[in-house]
């Protein structure tokens, strides 16, 4: 499936790893892949353990998981962990919010910055933008579907739907402003340290402001679990709450 990113990440450590040194599989929202992608490589050094990486939009991480993906751990939004909690095949008290995360307009770095502090100086901005980069609403993202929602709000469905430069995903958007292929993106914050080539404008406004909270939670399937907890124990561990808040996150208390 195009849709999904898959990652090998397998690191030497000082002290090399056992033969039996665990490999965690985990799906994950792209959100968050991008901001725990140092720890990770930083964890891996110090326990041995390798990570399998799967990737997507919320929609296509949903499809995914139906469909029987194996994993060890799931990464996904709020809303999306409720419904895999419902169905009854995670680990009872297993889910730990990882933090929430807004979302901001991004501009390629040297162009001038818009003005997004308020609704109305937002809908200029949507309006004068030449073109606007955000994920293939048919991917499900949780920031275009957001996106799409305050458009019609401030009645400029059609000219962002016209606009529109579509991404797969992750951090594509961002990247798309960064190689001058759109001229604006609206995106999850911590998407945009890991592009090239561009800068966050501003949040939106705070009467158009979407929160997301992630959560990690083990699927009773996982062949790992004691692996996948000690690692989500290091995710919300005091040592790195200040890498989450550097890269825009509020992380959870």
Known sequence: MAALHRILIVLTTLAAPTASAAEIKVISAGAVRSIVGGMIEDYSRKSGVTFMFTTGSTGVLRKTIADGEPADLIIASGPLMAELEATGKMTPGSRVDLGRIGLGVVVREGASVPDVSTPEALKRTLIAAKSIAYTDPARGGTSTLHLMKIAEQLGVADEVKKKGVFATGGNDAVAKVGEGKAEIAVVLISEISAAK???????????????????AAIPLSSSNAAAARAFVAELTSPALRKRWEAAGWEPAR
């Open 197 to 215: 080539g561009a800068r966050l404008a501003g949040p939106l406004p705070n009467e158009l402001q979407l929160y997301t909270v992630y959560a």
